[in-house]
């Protein structure tokens, strides 16, 4: 009795780091097929249409057919687009990731304000009381999800 006990908690076990594995591997592959251009401006492209129909957005971003069907079958692979009816859709998972994405562009356009940030200690809360840097950030971003990023305590304190 025992010993089938401790089957179940070791396959219970394995298959939480199995799980585990397939979550970093998901992300990994959702930041790689957004690292592609063509995907990304496809994946934007649904998002922004709405329902458009294939041919039409295959016309529209001027792909070859392979090209626009090899990239569409990944995102729906992905998990980030779906069709229906002929159709393209995003995923509310896609709308997450089209999210995040959209946070990303905005700190890269602020990179050199977050370089900034970095030189006069404000971010890692070296020197600056807590008034002190939440004014710098306030005043040097615009985006009020990165000042809210930057503004957090780590967990650890």
Same mark, same amino acid.
């Given at each position: 009795?025992? #010993?089938? +006990? =401790?089957?179940?908690?070791?396959?219970?076990?394995? =298959?939480?780091? #199995?799980? +585990?594995?397939?979550?970093?591997?998901? $992300?990994?592959?959702?930041?790689?097929?957004?690292?592609?251009?063509?995907?990304?401006?496809?994946?934007?492209?649904?998002?922004?249409?709405?329902?458009?129909?294939?041919?039409?957005? /295959?016309?529209?971003?001027?792909?070859?057919?392979?090209?626009?069907?090899? /990239?569409?079958?990944?995102?729906?692979?992905?998990?980030?687009?779906?069709?229906?009816?002929?159709?393209?859709?995003?995923?509310?998972?896609?709308?997450?990731?089209?999210?995040?994405?959209?946070? $990303?562009?905005?700190? $890269?356009?602020?990179?050199?304000?977050?370089?900034?940030?970095?030189?006069?200690?404000?971010?890692?809360?070296?020197?600056? +009381?807590?008034?002190? /840097? +939440?004014?710098?950030?306030?005043?040097?971003?615009?985006?009020?999800?990165?000042?809210?990023?930057?503004?957090?305590?780590?967990?650890?304190?």
């Amino acid at each position: 009795m025992n #010993a089938i +006990s =401790d089957t179940k908690v070791t396959a219970t076990n394995h =298959d939480v780091d #199995a799980g +585990s594995k397939q979550k970093s591997e998901c $992300v990994a592959d959702v930041v790689k097929l957004m690292s592609d251009d063509k995907s990304l401006f496809i994946f934007n492209t649904i998002f922004l249409a709405n329902g458009e129909n294939s041919e039409t957005l /295959r016309t529209q971003l001027k792909l070859t057919k392979k090209q626009y069907y090899s /990239r569409i079958s990944r995102l729906i692979k992905a998990g980030l687009v779906k069709r229906q009816k002929g159709r393209y859709f995003v995923t509310a998972f896609g709308k997450v990731v089209y999210n995040a994405q959209k946070l $990303v562009g905005t700190a $890269v356009k602020n990179y050199w304000k977050l370089r900034a940030i970095d030189t006069l200690g404000v971010a890692n809360n070296n020197t600056t +009381s807590k008034e002190e /840097r +939440s004014k710098i950030i306030d005043l040097m971003i615009g985006n009020l999800q990165i000042r809210e990023i930057l503004l957090q305590q780590p967990d650890f304190l």
